[in-house]
Nanobody, 126 residues
Framework: QVQLVESGGGLVQTGGSLRLSCAAS????????IGWFREAPGKKREGLSC????????YYADAVKGRVTISRDKAENTVYLQMDNLKPDDTAVYYC???????????????????WGQGTQVTVSS
């Protein structure tokens, strides 16, 4: 059974930083991607960054490039999303998800991901 558990969200002031964690277990595929997404009220779910499990390749969406860093701890089966210089527009529920295989042309499409965590709330105050 695949489980993804996000943590690390919270309330932070503009300009602050947070590190989100995604603890993964039960993923049945050697080749897969773990991605981070966010969903703000009234907006579509947005892909932010992802990392390939087999070679650690990292990918970033233009909207957050330069402000977020994705990393992983293979021993702990955990993927992290370091977010810096946070802005009120970053307020959202943040999710991690798993894609079977590595579909480079669909990295930021929520529909391409099979399993999802429950999300963690990030609130940035002005």
């Amino acid at each position: 059974q695949v489980q993804l558990v996000e943590s690390g969200g919270g309330l932070v002031q503009t300009g602050g930083s947070l590190r989100l964690s995604c603890a993964a277990s039960g993923i049945p595929w050697d080749y897969h991607v773990i991605g981070w997404f966010r969903e703000a009220p009234g907006k579509k779910r947005e892909g932010l960054s992802c990392i390939s499990a087999h070679d650690g390749s990292r990918y970033y969406a233009d909207a957050v490039k330069g402000r977020v860093t994705i990393s992983r701890d293979k021993a702990e089966n955990t993927v992290y999303l370091q977010m810096d210089n946070l802005k009120p527009d970053d307020t959202a529920v943040y999710y991690c998800a798993v894609m079977k295989g590595v579909m480079l042309f669909r990295l930021y499409e929520p529909a391409a991901y099979t399993y999802w965590g429950q999300g963690t709330q990030v609130t940035v105050s002005s």
